[in-house]
Nanobody, 125 residues
Framework: QVQLVESGGGLVQAGGSLRLSCAAS????????MGWFRQAPGKEREFVAG????????YYADSVKGRFTISRDNAKNTVYLQMNSLKPEDTAVYYC??????????????????WGQGTQVTVSS
């Protein structure tokens, strides 16, 4: 079992920055990959970024590449998403997720078996 709690969302103007955090508990944190996803109203949940168990490999959606950075601190059981140069189209509920069943980092929603409650990010123009 894994429990995930996100924090750090909020309202920011276009061009601004936010850092999301996701604290994990339960199963050994360094034993599973982590991902960030987002879901805007009326849209499907989509992959934003993923990170391997050690943090040595990271992956991004094309829409956020160069603006967002995913990282993890295995000593603190926490994964982060640094979001810079935010755009109104980044507005969504952001979720962190754990994939305990694979050694790879997946971009697919259904590969992740534990999810946080989500945190709202709103970017005003």
């Amino acid at each position: 079992q894994v429990q995930l709690v996100e924090s750090g969302g909020g309202l920011v103007q276009a061009g601004g920055s936010l850092r999301l955090s996701c604290a994990a508990s339960g199963r050994t944190f360094s034993s599973y990959a982590m991902g960030w996803f987002r879901q805007a109203p009326g849209k499907e949940r989509e992959f934003v970024a993923g990170i391997s168990r050690s943090g040595g490999a990271t992956y991004y959606a094309d829409s956020v590449k160069g603006r967002f950075t995913i990282s993890r601190d295995n000593a603190k059981n926490t994964v982060y998403l640094q979001m810079n140069s935010l755009k109104p189209e980044d507005t969504a509920v952001y979720y962190c997720a754990a994939d305990t069943g694979s050694i790879y980092v997946s971009r697919r929603v259904y590969e992740y078996d534990y999810w946080g409650q989500g945190t709202q990010v709103t970017v005003s123009s």
